[in-house]
């Protein structure tokens, strides 16, 4: 098992830059994928990003793509999201995961597999 801790979500104006941090404890060796997804109210949870184990296979939506930057500390079992340039419609509850199957695969990862936090809750106004 693992347990998955999401911080670092607020209320910011659209443009300004959040840091979400997603802290992992328990079974923690086995080398998981981790990815965020996002939730948005009314709307299905989406994939944002995910990253291998090893950091080198990374995947984004495409409407995140070079304004966010996924990463993550192993020696400290934490997944990092920075999102820069945000916009209103980066408004939603993200999720950190974490899967054992390959960051790639868990693009299309579904709310009954893997490992999930509780959600952090980002707020972007216009």
């Known amino acids: 098992q693992v347990q998955l801790a999401e911080s670092g979500g607020g209320l910011v104006q659209a443009g300004d830059s959040l840091r979400l941090s997603c802290a992992a404890s328990g079974r923690t060796d086995s080398g998981y994928a981790m990815g965020w997804f996002r939730q948005a109210p009314g709307k299905e949870r989406e994939f944002v990003a995910t990253?291998?184990?090893?950091?080198?296979?990374?995947y984004y939506k495409d409407s995140v793509k070079g304004r966010f930057l996924i990463t993550r500390d192993n020696a400290k079992n934490t997944v990092y999201l920075q999102m820069n340039s945000l916009k209103t419609e980066d408004k939603a509850v993200y999720y950190c995961?974490?899967?054992?199957?390959?960051?790639?695969?868990?693009?299309?990862?579904?709310?009954?597999?893997?490992?999930w936090g509780q959600g952090t809750q980002v707020t972007v106004s216009s």
């Open positions: 990253i291998s184990w090893n950091g080198v296979s990374i």
């Open positions: 995961a974490a899967s054992r199957q390959s960051s790639r695969v868990m693009v299309s990862m579904k709310s009954d597999s893997g490992f």
